[in-house]
């Protein structure tokens, strides 16, 4: 039974006093029986939390009884067990790190391009589609035709950019993320370096997998999140890191490692 309620959600929006917001939200996650990850950061908050229905409400009630968090959305999904072991609300620089001066997605952004438009925009033969997650994040599944910038780190990825090849010679640049969060600062920072159509899928892959039907998906494998759970599949349900690849062992607990089975591939 899946009692467990997951909660990834995020804003931009101008936070100065966001260290003033940290214990009361941090008191409260722990009153409700919340755990997870929210980062506070002058440009807004970044989060994902677990816990039950009324305590998940709870917290995302008093996000937005702040007037600047209002229009905060979320992304939910069930479990049958709890993936966090703590709660931490802990203070940034930035809400995602990219590293780079002067880009902010409330000034400047992609176009948002909702799920059921997706598939027909990829399928754009002057559309590079760049997968901007890590490389192990990749290595458990990616959209049909993306490019890897086979980055550790996204601060990696603006380096990427600026010597890729693949997308030199395209009019139309495509990226997505797990939930949209990347791919907002990922998009202000191509329209920055230049470049003139450049969309991003809304809401990231966590959106596509819940709005588009799998017998119409181009979506190949399964998506990883930063928690216990490691990955979901197509249907948000966790896989607890069943047949993890190879490639993403060096960020996996050894518990889940030990768990994995080995492909014909990987015997010794």
Known sequence: MSDVRISAFYHFTPLEDHEGLRLPLLDLCRAEGVRGSILLAAEGVNGTIAGPEAGIAAVLAHLRSDPRLADLTEKASHAERMPFRRMKVRLKREIVSLGVEGIDPRRVVGTYVPPADWNALIADPDVVLIDTRNDYEVAFGTF???VSPETRSFRSFPEWVRSARQ????????????GGIRCEKASALLLEEGFGE?????GGILNYLEKVPRE???WRGDCFVFDERIAVDHDLAPTWGREAPAEAHAVLPADVIAETPRSDTEQV
């Open 198 to 202: 450049v969309y991003h899928l809304e």
């Open 144 to 146: 049909e035709g993306a």
């Open 167 to 178: 997308v030199a010679n395209k009019p139309k640049v495509a990226m997505f993320c797990t």
């Open 216 to 218: 119409e998906s181009m």
